[in-house]
């Protein structure tokens, strides 16, 4: 059974910082492209971040561009985001997901596997 195990949120104030990670229990994690998502209260799921299987190419929703970061570190089939400058409208459950097609992370695609999602929650 695929597993995505996401960790690292909580709730912290305006302008402060959380990293999120993601494991991956897949075998092809190091051929695969990861992902970011979200969802707000009352919102539809939102494309956030992606990076390609090698971990050189990365593209960003615009507003979080300049505050966060993803990454892959394949020896450990982890996948982090690191949040700096919180804003409150960045408060959403947070979904990593994979596939083999870097294509399906961006908007208006769909990757295969989805994890679980990690709450954060930023007040202002």
């Known amino acids: 059974q695929v597993q995505l195990v996401e960790s690292g949120g909580?709730?912290?104030?305006?302008?402060?910082?959380?990293?999120l990670s993601c494991v991956s229990s897949l075998r092809t994690f190091g051929k695969d492209a990861m992902g970011w998502?979200?969802?707000?209260?009352?919102?539809?799921?939102?494309?956030?971040?992606?990076?390609?299987?090698?971990g050189s190419s990365t593209y960003y929703e615009d507003s979080v561009k300049g505050r966060f970061t993803i990454s892959k570190d394949n020896t450990?089939?982890?996948?982090?985001?690191?949040?700096?400058?919180?804003?409150?409208?960045?408060t959403a459950v947070y979904y990593c997901a994979e596939d083999d097609s870097f294509r399906k992370m961006l908007p208006g695609d769909l990757p295969h596997y989805w994890g679980q999602g990690t709450r954060v929650t930023v007040s202002s």
């Open 10 to 19: 909580g709730e912290v104030q305006t302008g402060g910082s959380l990293r």
């Open 37 to 54: 998502f979200r969802q707000a209260p009352g919102k539809e799921r939102e494309f956030v971040a992606a990076v390609s299987w090698t």
């Open 76 to 90: 450990k089939n982890t996948v982090y985001l690191q949040m700096n400058n919180l804003k409150p409208e960045d």
